[in-house]
């Protein structure tokens, strides 16, 4: 069983997507983490995360036990992340990875929540249930600058908005698999809903649509 969730950044659907899996019995995956470690490695050796030779060689060398790193969470991370994740050959590199994760979950679980931007429309196309995450710019950079402000980093709310939408601008504009909800994917905007509204909806889709079949 795969539940696809994609969505824009800060639009919840981390949030959502954990507490589905955790619901559910499933594994979890953040393919977010994944491209920000191998952002955060560019900007380490010094390169420039828009160059295709140094992604494709830090997305290659690649181990899982970079996803742990905690300075993945910064938006410096962030925008590191969206410059490696427009390459095409980065991409590909990080597929299988994330496939095989989804049809072999951990631990023997029974089901895996990937969430992303091409969960639905590349990764896994014919995940059974899709869902798209999505919300207000505003109220998502004012999530973010929240989240930061949490963590102590010292940031400005202008300057979140701007990065989010730089981000935004090239997640969805991007050539290889732009941010998109597929067709028939479940769309719950999460401007008018709190995590618990928008777990509640997202579990009664899965319900409803488990039925049906
Ligand atoms: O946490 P947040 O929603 O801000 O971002 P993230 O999910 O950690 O993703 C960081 C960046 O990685 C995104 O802006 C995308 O450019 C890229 N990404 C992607 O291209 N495809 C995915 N499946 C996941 C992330």
């Not at 696809?4 to 983490?33: E, F, M, N, Q, W």
């Not at 991409?91 to 029974?110: H, I, K, M, S, V």
């Not at 207000?136 to 908005?161: C, F, M, P, Q, T």
């Not at 028939?184 to 618990?196: C, G, I, K, R, Y």
Request: charge should be negative; hydrophobic fraction near 45%; charged fraction near 25%.
């Amino acid at each position: 069983m795969i539940i696809a969730v994609d969505g824009p950044a800060a639009s919840g659907k981390g949030t959502l997507s954990k507490r589905l899996a955790r619901h559910l019995g499933y594994a979890h995956l953040d393919t977010g983490k994944i491209y920000r470690a191998v952002g955060q490695q560019v900007l380490l050796s010094g390169g420039d995360p828009s160059d295709p030779i140094a992604a494709t060689r830090a997305a290659r060398s690649l181990t899982p036990d970079a996803l742990e790193n905690p300075a993945l969470t910064t938006d410096t991370v962030a925008a590191a992340a969206s410059k490696v994740a427009a390459i095409d050959a980065v991409r590909a590199q990080l597929l299988t990875f994330q496939q095989d994760f989804a049809a072999n979950p951990p631990n023997g679980l029974a089901g895996a929540v990937l969430d992303g931007r091409d969960i639905g429309t590349v990764v896994c196309p014919d995940a059974k249930i899709k869902l798209f995450v999505d919300a207000n710019v505003e109220i998502r950079a004012e999530r973010r600058y929240k989240e930061l402000l949490d963590r102590g980093e010292e940031i400005i709310y202008s300057r979140v908005l701007q990065d989010l939408q730089d981000r935004d601008d090239r997640d969805k504009n991007r050539k290889v698999a732009p941010l998109r909800a597929a067709p028939e994917a479940f769309v719950l905007d999460t401007s008018v809903l709190n995590a618990e509204d928008a777990f509640r909806a997202a579990l009664a889709f899965i319900e409803s649509d488990h039925s049906d079949k």
